[in-house]
């Protein structure tokens, strides 16, 4: 009996093969990956509402959510998506023909103020860039000049998700103060709670936002709000009132059903009790750090691959980069074929470029539910694409990553 020696290089390199069978993972910044074990603790039967496990659980979720934004100002759980905590914020704190001052950083402080405006209230932004953080000394100026303090609120965001750029708050809120004026602090928080240092009281915050699908690692459909003494006590002069989402009703609930204004998103509380217990077991602060250390891997990555100029970051300056999304500039490679090559061939989704960006960039989230081999194979598989488009990338951004993930090991 004769043995045909293989044809070696045909196995080792065949032509058509398709590679993409197994894990799907997403890389985009929201829905990130939800963990088995929250997937796990949705899938239960449906209880009673109004007594029993439910109502143990959901005091329990509500007596953990101040210390996740460090406050301890009032939670409410909205059963929307994180547009429903903008909503919740305006018409319980604003009234109609008041000013808004928006913040612009990229895309999502303009798009709440839309929809305060939306809500009858009047919106000036202040102008910014695309590529770098809110200036904390143009605020100081415009309100400064507001001597009437015509300004009731100023709306920004911490992370915005377009650009990747992390605004510094603290440095709004000193500016705020060296300008002696009393408008809310408004911030949201969608892209960064759970992943990047936040502390709302310490830093002076009025109302903090955020939402479940994103570092929460929960599925979409909860929205978070946090609010101080001070955004409450402006509820008394708020006219935009918006049952569904109204404080007097949420707070003055006899039974935890009003804390939702209605049924109570059930599948949604055990998924996130899970993942609140998963933050706990981790700890808040090294999730910051395991945050920080996987963006280094990410940002030399993408470092090494701009060695040629042709790849680069949307946000030049380390210290004003998101640790939970990346924005990357693509230059002459069409950054929406590279998201379908690693979509249809490999089973990842990367985040699509918004606004101006375009095709000329997309995007990691690398927030939530994440360690080494997901990271590093995302990492990989865009390394990956590019060969394939024959982008000029300098070296391997996966060995510089791995170099930092290394010292970790
Ligand atoms: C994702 C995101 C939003 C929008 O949240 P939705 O849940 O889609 O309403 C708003 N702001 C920021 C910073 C975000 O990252």
Known sequence: MSITPPDVRSQLAPTSANLNFGQDLVAIPGPSIVPDRVLAAMRQPMPDIYSGDLVDISDEIFAQLPALARTSGQPFVVISNGHGAWQMAISNTLARGDKVLVLESGRFAIVWGEMAALSGVEVEVLPGADNRPVDPGALQARLAEDHNHEIKAVLTVHTDTATSVRNDVPAMRAAIDAADHPALFMVDCIASLGCEPYTMDAWGVDITIAASQKGLMVPPGLAFLWASDKALAAHERSDIRVGYVDWDMRLNAEHHYQLYCGTPPVSHLFGLREALAMIAEEGLEARWDRHSAHAAAVWAAVERWSSEGGIGFNIAEPSNRSTAVTTILT??????????????????????????????????????????????????????????????IGGSGVAAAAEVVGAYL
Request: glycine share 20%; charged share 20%; with cysteine.
């Open 331 to 392: 230059g002459e490679i069409d950054a929406d074929e590279l998201r379908r090559r690693c979509a249809g061939g490999a089973g990842l989704t990367l985040g699509l470029g918004i606004g101006e960006l375009g095709n000329r960039a997309f995007r990691i989230g690398h927030m939530g539910y994440l360690n080494p081999p997901m990271l590093l194979g995302t990492l990989a598989t865009i390394e990956a694409a590019l060969h394939a488009m024959g982008a000029p």
